[in-house]
């Protein structure tokens, strides 16, 4: 199956400057990505960038990530209704030291002629004056060429700052610049991306006569119409420090089965005929949700590790499983408050939680159960754990039960979660 083909049967392709497909299947060819550094962290929606390179360098060619240093202190218009603020020089290389490290896990860099390869667009911009620039690239390209672009019309109303107008003319010299100096012939990104990859190719047919091409990938789209990638507290990094591995894991265990026949596609290296036996195996028992623990399982391992996705599964059943004292003891800080998450959290001093009977702490310092009647009813009933395990009307609460030395998980019943903290 050629490169093309694998985007199409996985529903990523959306945009192909025609003759592209005649030349991937001349041989090897080099081809790039531009990520921006806007963050120290990509997120998920970088993974579908980041998926189309790996895809590349399998079908048998070179790979170029671009991380946008000078690009990224410009500021990319594409998508966006207001100009971003600028990035200081430190925190712009603290951005693309992280982003670098990122690519790194995904690309191979050691495997010949398709060696995968990062460059930084400020390594050509540094030295390059506004002069220089205007004389040797702005020329090419005119401004009605510009106006025309998506990016800027959807701006012209609202009005876009000269420096965001000059983007596409900045990433377009990219293209150039590669093109010239690493015989790149190829420039991929998200559908977004079209107007500003096709300036590129036209630079470098107007300025030296070249032929270059280009090829769009689709933007994900969530079936219920919310944003892909986000969440309720936001985006779903790739970093453990932002979205911690058991977050990432429910984020994708927890796609409708719709999404999850359209991410295993895009978001795993699983072929075909796995993909088809998932989903049939799936659909005959929608209840087990083979095809989102397929899902999780895969991108979990690539993103994070073994360990993490293993951590993952035993956080989670914590909440929907069997649990040990082990694995509750395993758990970091971070693991306990995304795992409770929402749940009632009553804060108490540790010498209250010490020195209390547990009826007291669960009526009195916490109101857990709204009366010591009620709590001492549900204690005799059998219907109280504390960390997992069940209560009886002596227990004692002591230091070493103190999760992190300082949780405790109270659970009423099988479903109703509290979370006491000592302060």
């Known amino acids: 199956m050629s490169y093309i083909e694998e985007l199409r049967w996985r529903g990523m392709l959306h945009d192909i400057m025609p003759g592209t497909d005649e030349l991937l299947a001349k041989g090897k060819v080099s081809g790039y990505i531009g990520f921006d550094p806007t963050a120290d962290s990509l997120h998920i929606g970088s993974l579908a960038q980041i998926m189309t390179l790996i895809h590349f360098q399998v079908a048998g060619h070179k790979p170029i990530a671009l991380v946008g240093g000078a690009t990224g202190i410009v500021g990319d218009p594409s998508g966006r209704s207001d100009e971003r603020n600028m990035l200081s020089e430190d925190v712009l290389q603290h951005n693309l030291a992280g982003i670098r490290k990122q690519l790194e896990q995904f690309l191979n860099f050691d495997c010949g002629e398709n060696s995968a390869e990062i460059v930084n667009n400020y390594d050509w911009f540094k030295q390059f004056s506004f002069l220089d620039f205007i004389s040797d690239a702005g020329k090419y390209i005119t401004v009605n060429y510009m106006l025309a672009k998506d990016s800027v019309k959807m701006r012209l109303e609202s009005g876009m700052s000269f420096t965001e107008f000059c983007?596409?003319?900045?990433?377009g010299y990219d293209f150039y610049y590669l093109w010239k100096n690493k015989g790149v012939l190829l420039q991929m990104g998200g559908s977004d991306q079209w107007g500003n990859i096709v300036t590129g190719t036209e630079l470098i047919r107007?300025?030296?006569?070249?032929?270059?091409?280009?090829?769009?990938?689709?933007?994900?789209?969530?079936?219920?119409?919310?944003?892909?990638?986000?969440?309720?507290?936001?985006?779903?990094?790739?970093?453990?420090?932002?979205?911690?591995?058991?977050?990432?894991?429910?984020y994708w265990l927890n796609a409708s089965d719709e999404d999850a026949k359209n991410f295993i596609k895009i978001f795993t290296l699983k072929t075909k005929e796995e993909i088809d036996t998932l989903i049939a195996e799936h659909e005959a028992e929608p209840h087990l949700r083979k095809l989102q623990k397929a899902l999780a399982d895969d991108i979990t391992v690539r993103v994070h590790s073994k360990e993490d996705l293993q951590k993952a599964i035993d956080a989670s059943n914590i909440l929907f499983g069997q649990s040990t004292t082990e694995q509750l003891n395993a758990l970091t800080e971070q693991d306990i408050l995304d795992i409770f998450e929402g749940v009632p959290m009553f804060e108490t001093s540790k010498e209250v939680i010490e020195n209390s009977d547990i009826v007291s702490l669960l009526a009195e310092h916490t109101q857990i159960f709204p009366s010591k009647g009620e709590a001492r009813k549900n204690?005799?009933?059998?219907?109280?754990?504390?960390n997992k395990e069940k209560v009886a009307l002596a227990t004692k609460i002591v230091s070493n039960q103190l999760l992190r030395g300082k949780f405790l998980i109270a659970q009423k019943g099988k479903k109703n979660y509290f979370l006491i903290k000592a302060v």
Request: proline fraction near 2%; glycine fraction near 10%.
């Open 379 to 386: 204690i005799e009933a059998n219907a109280v754990s504390i």
């Open 167 to 171: 983007y596409q003319l900045i990433q």
């Open 206 to 250: 107007r300025k030296d006569g070249g032929e270059a091409f280009a090829l769009t990938t689709q933007l994900i789209r969530k079936a219920d119409g919310t944003k892909f990638g986000k969440s309720m507290g936001g985006n779903i990094w790739l970093d453990a420090n932002k979205t911690s591995p058991y977050k990432f894991y429910q």
